[in-house]
């Protein structure tokens, strides 16, 4: 029987990763210039995170994202999945196969991007040389164009909508831990693992729609918006050096009435929301410092 699209897809893009990922695993150096790689990425991006981590489930998920979908350690659990893909492509649902393809072809291709900056650092820099912003820049736009980051953030966005349906399927996670067994038993314990971290970190986000797409609108309680309006620009500094999330968080919390902020519960959520939306207004300026920090405009 012909495999479906999906079916075909699944198949091409994890055999292209595992093909990849040998790239930096045939030698210790190799391994060594791209885990340093890594971690020098993930040290310039991950701070422009801090101020999302307050939001239900957000903390876990950015961990998730460090921890499961970076760097040399995905290796083990891409080349558990080529054991399995071909009874996936027999058993899972369409939704669930298309779902796991978008996100398979995207890893391959994140990961043929990072492998090309890389390279091209390499050839630029010495063995112990430190990556700097411009040299990271330089290289990124030397191998990636704008039209291929678009269509990342778009295929991102796709696959982050497919899993938040997938999850919501009845008895979903249940099935999931159901597969333990036969996981440890076909030896993919690892991949195992992974889809129950996953399925975890996802349920646990309180709206993912809201998360992948910046500029949402969404209708929130007006009274506890001006609750926390009045008492974050009550205590955000005029002017620069400004203060960073955590001095904020503490700040506003003697300002906000009880009766809508019984004990501070939820300050975090709706400081964040407030000051996201005082940004897209002009109203409060963000450094780029390390931590991140705000002040009024």
Request: with cysteine.
């Given at each position: 029987m012909a495999l479906s699209k999906p079916a075909q897809a699944l198949r091409r893009y994890t055999a292209q990763s595992n093909e990849l990922h040998q790239r930096y695993l045939d030698s210790d150096d190799a391994r060594a210039a791209y885990q340093r790689f890594v971690d020098t990425q993930l040290a310039y991006f991950l701070p422009q995170y801090d101020d999302?981590?307050?939001?239900?489930?957000?903390?876990?998920?950015?961990?998730?994202?460090v921890a499961d979908l970076t760097g040399p350690g995905i290796a083990d659990r891409d080349?558990?999945?080529?054991?399995?893909?071909?009874a996936m492509t027999r058993l899972l649902p369409a939704a669930a196969l298309s779902a796991l393809a978008v996100a398979m072809?995207?890893?391959a291709?994140?990961?043929?991007?990072?492998?090309?900056?890389?390279?091209?650092?390499?050839?630029?820099?010495?063995?112990?040389?430190?990556?700097?912003?411009?040299d990271y820049c330089l290289a990124s736009r030397t191998v990636c164009d704008i039209?291929?980051?678009?269509?990342?953030?778009?295929?991102?966005?796709?696959?982050?909508?497919?899993?938040?349906r997938i999850i919501k399927v009845p008895m979903i996670g249940s099935l999931l831990?159901?597969?333990?067994?036969?996981?440890?038993l076909a030896g993919v314990s690892d991949l195992?693992?992974?889809l129950e971290k996953g399925f975890r970190t996802v349920t646990a986000v309180d709206d993912v729609h809201t998360f992948l797409v910046p500029g949402q609108t969404t209708r929130v309680n007006a009274a506890k918006y001006a609750a926390m309006k009045s008492a974050y620009l009550s205590v955000l500094p005029d002017g620069p050096p400004g203060a960073t999330q955590k001095q904020l968080m503490q700040a506003v919390l003697e300002h906000l009435p009880d009766a809508l902020f019984?004990?501070?519960?939820?300050?975090?959520?709706?400081?964040k929301t407030v000051q996201l939306d005082l940004e897209a207004k002009g109203v409060v300026q963000r450094q780029a410092t390390k931590p991140l920090s705000w002040h009024k405009r």
């Amino acid at each position: 029987m012909a495999l479906s699209k999906p079916a075909q897809a699944l198949r091409r893009y994890t055999a292209q990763s595992n093909e990849l990922h040998q790239r930096y695993l045939d030698s210790d150096d190799a391994r060594a210039a791209y885990q340093r790689f890594v971690d020098t990425q993930l040290a310039y991006f991950l701070p422009q995170y801090d101020d999302l981590r307050d939001r239900p489930g957000y903390d876990a998920a950015i961990n998730f994202v460090v921890a499961d979908l970076t760097g040399p350690g995905i290796a083990d659990r891409d080349r558990e999945l080529a054991r399995v893909v071909p009874a996936m492509t027999r058993l899972l649902p369409a939704a669930a196969l298309s779902a796991l393809a978008v996100a398979m072809e995207l890893n391959a291709r994140v990961l043929q991007i990072n492998l090309n900056i890389e390279r091209e650092l390499r050839g630029k820099l010495a063995a112990a040389e430190p990556i700097s912003e411009r040299d990271y820049c330089l290289a990124s736009r030397t191998v990636c164009d704008i039209g291929e980051c678009r269509t990342l953030v778009a295929m991102t966005r796709s696959a982050g909508e497919s899993l938040e349906r997938i999850i919501k399927v009845p008895m979903i996670g249940s099935l999931l831990r159901s597969m333990r067994l036969p996981a440890r038993l076909a030896g993919v314990s690892d991949l195992q693992q992974f889809l129950e971290k996953g399925f975890r970190t996802v349920t646990a986000v309180d709206d993912v729609h809201t998360f992948l797409v910046p500029g949402q609108t969404t209708r929130v309680n007006a009274a506890k918006y001006a609750a926390m309006k009045s008492a974050y620009l009550s205590v955000l500094p005029d002017g620069p050096p400004g203060a960073t999330q955590k001095q904020l968080m503490q700040a506003v919390l003697e300002h906000l009435p009880d009766a809508l902020f019984p004990a501070g519960k939820t300050s975090g959520w709706w400081l964040k929301t407030v000051q996201l939306d005082l940004e897209a207004k002009g109203v409060v300026q963000r450094q780029a410092t390390k931590p991140l920090s705000w002040h009024k405009r």
